[in-house]
């Protein structure tokens, strides 16, 4: 399994936790000045959740709340039983 579906099922499984529907979640690239991907956003209704490739850390924040939750991304796989 490649680290970007890991990703977006880790995504998708906590905003179904969290009360959200996954499936509509929009995602796009967050770019630097040089053009190179440093983020992946993901956005519902309710929730972003943003992926910091660099960090290795998924950071998941209510629009109109004050609702945050961090998931490391190494942790996860860990806990999963997936080497990392």
Known sequence: MSIELFVDSVVRETLARLGDVPET???RAISNSTGRTVAIEFETPRFR???LKA???IV???KK???MRIVG???TMRARGIAA
């Open 49 to 51: 959740a943003v992926w």
């Open 25 to 27: 979640a929009k995602q």
């Open 55 to 57: 960090r290795g850390v």
């Open 60 to 62: 998941f924040q209510e």
């Open 65 to 67: 709340g004050p609702r």
């Open 73 to 75: 991304i190494e942790e």
